[in-house]
T-cell receptor, first 116, second 116 residues
Framework: AQKVTQAQTEISVVEKEDVTLDCVYE???????LFWYKQPPSGELVFLIR??????QNEISGRYSWNFQKSTSSFNFTITASQVVDSAVYFC?????????????FGKGITLSVRP | ETGVTQTPRHLVMGMTNKKSLKCEQH?????MYWYKQSAKKPLELMFV???????ENNSVPSRFSPECPNSSHLFLHLHTLQPEDSALYLC???????????????FGPGTRLTVT
């Protein structure tokens, strides 16, 4: 069975600080996909990134970067120079490629508060 | 309209009422999903539809009844709900499923349901 653990529940930083959100996953499949979503106070989950298990290259998109380490089953997310607008709940999710329905298993989410 | 829309955004209903939640996607996707998000719990997948056929029914009580008349619309019919059903109900859509490529899901803003 697949599982996603986001051990941090709440993080509070001051604007311009860097912050890393941790994600550890478990799966028996060799082919799987990992995702990060952002949920601002408005409620809508916003897709941030999708990564397949064969692509271990780290990715950078503006102030966002992701570190995929298959050896430790982790897919961590770093926000550089955080801003107040980054305040949201962030979810890591896993989907096994063998499933017939692309089922996403979500972690419990990390609430990030960025103070001015 | 773009993306995934949901109506109503807020709903208060008594335990004996019957109501329906509506979701519409404007992304040309052929898979749609219902999720339940309760306080302090991970997102729970409820139903998955692919090409208007239900491919997943995640042990959801029969008081929740989904309907997918076409690939752009998804409904969740509610009747005789319980107070513990109060939650944020999120709709999502994605490209083809079952292909092993597990595309990202795009979410609507959700319906905040309160059962009194």
């Amino acid at each position: 069975a697949q599982k996603v653990t986001q051990a941090q529940t709440e993080i509070s930083v001051v604007e311009k600080e860097d912050v890393t959100l941790d994600c550890v996953y478990e799966t028996r499949d060799t082919t799987y996909y990992l995702f990060w979503y952002k949920q601002p106070p408005s409620g809508e989950l916003v897709f941030l990134i999708r990564r397949n298990s064969f692509d271990e290259q780290n990715e950078i998109s503006g102030r966002y970067s992701w570190n995929f380490q298959k050896s430790t089953s982790s897919f961590n997310f770093t926000i550089t120079a955080s801003q107040v607008v980054d305040s949201a709940v962030y979810f890591c999710a896993l989907s096994e490629a063998t499933g017939a329905n692309s089922k996403l298993t979500f972690g419990k989410g990390i609430t990030l508060s960025v103070r001015p | 309209e773009t993306g995934v829309t949901q109506t109503p955004r807020h709903l208060v209903m008594g335990m004996t009422n019957k109501k329906s939640l509506k979701c519409e996607q404007h992304l040309g996707h052929n898979a749609m999903y219902w999720y339940k998000q309760s306080a302090k719990k991970p997102l729970e997948l409820m139903f998955v539809y692919s090409l208007e056929e239900r491919v997943e029914n995640n042990s959801v009580p029969s008081r929740f009844s989904p309907e997918c008349p076409n690939s752009s619309h998804l409904f969740l019919h509610l009747h005789t709900l319980q107070p513990e059903d109060s939650a944020l109900y999120l709709c999502a859509s994605s490209q083809e499923i079952g292909s092993g490529r597990n595309y990202e899901q795009y979410f609507g803003p959700g319906t905040r349901l309160t059962v009194t």
